[in-house]
């Protein structure tokens, strides 16, 4: 045994070449274990697992090459440390898709800092064999360190170098023209990521986001007045005319929003155990003379989540593909609800029980044109009882709200974020009054506890509202951000919905609750599709507040003229009659497959068109280019977010 193992460090060791090759084996086997262990890529073919299982090879020769530019011992080193940083890279980019499915992008670095605060959160992604993902690295190690070990120092001629860059890229264009032969201009016409990574790789995809991101950091710098004329020209063509019956109903009240953080859908009307989960957002549901219960509501978020949900319905812009613009677009110009609503009498404010750096709020907010954010420095975040990773909990948090909400000048627009109900769904046993799933899932199971939790909170704010008589003066929107419970929990959600959950259910898990109260008007169940994009001109044609002249993407939920092709950020769509998830098509009654048709492409035509012209707008910051008749830009430096301790009971309608 001892003279085989001499060999094989004489082979494999000794020579940095073949050390070289034994770094690229490991790398790619334990790459591609990854792939299939931890990504739901949506294998469709022999040729789509043929490229999952090459494409990590031309990444580790053409990183690992640069190990060989080093003279001697040295390289050895080298081909150890970057295939340390490459294995970091992968159990990053797993952690991160264990969360939010999906992969990490050059400016979601830039949200890092939120990381920091998540403790608990961060530590349940972790699994007991993460280990794995590292041991290449450390058998490398081993090898090297290995006491009968004799490197030879010499340096690797150049005609070797270029003959292993050659292989290199042989390799990932071969991958790259196999992969086009499979999905046409795969580099230049799609939204998802998971594509990328399917056919190229996870390390090429990073080069690709790479390069994305500098096209787009381009764009702001050449963008100019004239780029804003198509923009505006498309939505003054698709905008949703208001309808009579509503618009103007709620004309001077008061705007609360409720954001509901990770509330799906499919809670309405849940029982586990034969009692109802929510039972009071049940109560509202079902309150046909109070409210409107829209049952085909979907978020439309992306890599941003919460901050992307908060996006879209304070502009009616789509969040970006990549990372989010309330970090990497806070500089922008924007005409946004507060700002609109400001110039219309109104004073605005954000409630908040976390910090106001959490996803660059404090910057965004004073862009968006918020009077006022009550971020956690107003809030006693001494009691550690009630205060998560995330924020106050938030039953003290409506509690501890409500004297400064009394502080504000009527009529309002407010918006109210909660964060109890958010993922990892870990809850002090003694604060739950339900009892836990039983799928053996941790998070699933935990998850009805904290929903029962938040119903309960928003009850008791809904209390206060009646009793001091803000109810019968308010327009009420409460409405869900995003997913709480994502596809990597199928078997789990399977059990929970007694029924298999797959790739066609799991896109009508996507719904969210949106109620909606509206004094004097009646409710009852709506079963128009929307999504969050449409909340602005919805809540603008309540208030009697024409949105045409404004660059919106969304449409009037009430409007006869309302458009039901919800689009999905990754250029996915749902609509009355299909649903469209990664280049299949099902009927969205029967969830059977369709073939596609010429109705169905020139909704996906739509759903590319808005996606593509509001991340122009964006980008490229076009609205310092274009603002409506009457419509002022607002100017950030003019709000002030200082918390001022002896001024905390004493807010000024009017500070900005």
């Given amino acids: 045994m001892k003279n085989f193992l001499k060999k094989g460090q004489h082979l494999f060791v000794n020579n940095i070449l073949g050390f070289f090759v034994v770094a690229i084996v490991l790398f790619w086997i334990k790459t591609y274990i990854g792939y299939r262990v931890e990504f739901n890529l949506g294998l469709e073919n022999g040729l789509q697992q043929f490229l999952l299982f090459i494409n990590p090879i031309s990444s580790a020769i053409l990183i690992f090459g640069l190990a060989l530019l080093v003279r001697g011992k040295k390289s050895f080193k080298w081909v150890i440390r970057l295939n340390l940083l490459m294995s970091l890279w992968l159990f990053f980019n797993i952690v991160y898709y264990r969360s939010f499915t999906d992969f990490i992008t050059l400016p979601t670095l830039t949200q890092v800092q939120n990381a920091g605060d998540l403790g608990p959160s961060v530590l349940a992604l972790f699994k007991s064999y993460d280990v794995f993902y590292f041991l ?30 050659l292989t290199g890229l042989v390799i990932f264009a071969i991958n790259l023209g196999l992969a086009e032969k499979d999905r046409p201009q795969l580099l230049s016409r799609t939204f998802d990521r998971n594509y990328i990574v399917k056919y190229l790789g996870m390390f090429n995809y990073t080069v690709y986001d790479a390069v994305q991101n500098t096209k787009t950091y381009a764009q702001r710098a050449t963008a100019n007045s004239t ?151 107003h809030y006693n975040m001494d009691n550690k009882d009630e205060v998560l990773s995330y924020g106050l909990m938030d039953k003290p948090f409506f509690k501890e709200s409500i004297p400064m909400l009394e502080t504000l000048q009527q009529p309002f627009y407010t918006k109210f974020i909660t964060v109890s109900h958010h993922f990892p769904y870990a809850m002090d046993q003694e604060k739950t009054t339900i009892e836990k799933h ?32 803000l109810y019968d003066n308010s327009v009420i929107i409460m409405y869900g951000d995003h997913y709480g419970i994502s596809e990597n929990h199928t078997d789990a959600m399977s059990k929970v919905l007694d029924k298999e959950v797959g790739t066609f259910e799991n896109a009508q898990l996507q719904r969210v609750p949106l109620l909606i109260h509206v004094p004097g008007v009646e409710g009852g169940e709506m079963h128009q599709y929307g999504g969050q994009i449409d909340l602005l001109p919805t809540m603008l044609h309540l208030l009697g507040i024409e949105s045409n002249d404004y660059v919106q993407f969304g449409s009037d939920l009430l409007s006869k003229d309302h458009n039901e092709i919800v689009p999905f950020r990754n250029g996915d769509f749902v609509s009355p009659e299909v649903t469209s998830i990664k280049g299949k098509y099902y009927d969205s009654k029967t969830g059977e497959l369709v073939e596609e048709n010429e109705d169905i492409l020139n909704s996906k035509s739509r759903v590319e068109t808005m996606l593509n012209l509001s991340d122009k707008v964006v980008n490229g910051d076009l609205l310092r280019f274009y603002s409506p008749k009457g419509f002022e830009p607002i100017d950030p430096a003019d709000y002030d977010y200082t918390y001022k301790e002896d001024e905390s009971n004493q807010v000024d309608p009017d500070n900005k």
């Fill in 136 to 165: 290449d690295t450390v058998l490398l190690m081993v090898l090297y360190k290995f006491k009968d070990v004799k490197l030879e120092n010499v340096k690797v001629k150049r005609r070797t170098i270029a003959l292993v860059y």
């Fill in 438 to 469: 039983t799928t053996g899932d941790a998070s699933v199971d935990s998850y009805f506890q904290t929903a029962r939790y938040a119903d309960e909170a928003l009850k008791e704010f809904f209390d206060y509202l009646k009793e001091s008589g």
């Fill in 227 to 377: 780029d804003i004329a198509e923009v505006v020209n498309y939505t003054k063509a698709t905008s949703a005319e208001p309808n009579p019956e509503y618009f103007g109903k709620a004309k001077g009240k008061n705007v609360i929003y409720l954001h509901l953080e990770s509330m799906q859908n499919f809670l309405i009307d849940y029982k586990l155990n034969g009692e109802e989960v929510t039972p009071f957002l049940n109560s509202l549901a079902h309150n046909e003379s109070d409210f409107m219960y829209f049952d085909n509501f979907f978020h439309q978020v992306g890599q941003g989540k919460t901050a992307d949900a908060e996006f879209m319905l304070e502009n009616s812009l789509f969040g970006l593909p990549q990372g989010a613009a309330f970090t990497t677009q806070s500089q922008n110009t924007y005409q946004a609800a507060p700002a609109i609503l400001g110039q219309n009498g109104y004073t605005s404010a954000v409630f908040h029980g976390n910090y106001k750096s959490f996803w660059n709020r404090d910057k965004m907010y004073k862009s968006l044109g918020f009077d006022n954010f009550f971020d956690a420095a």
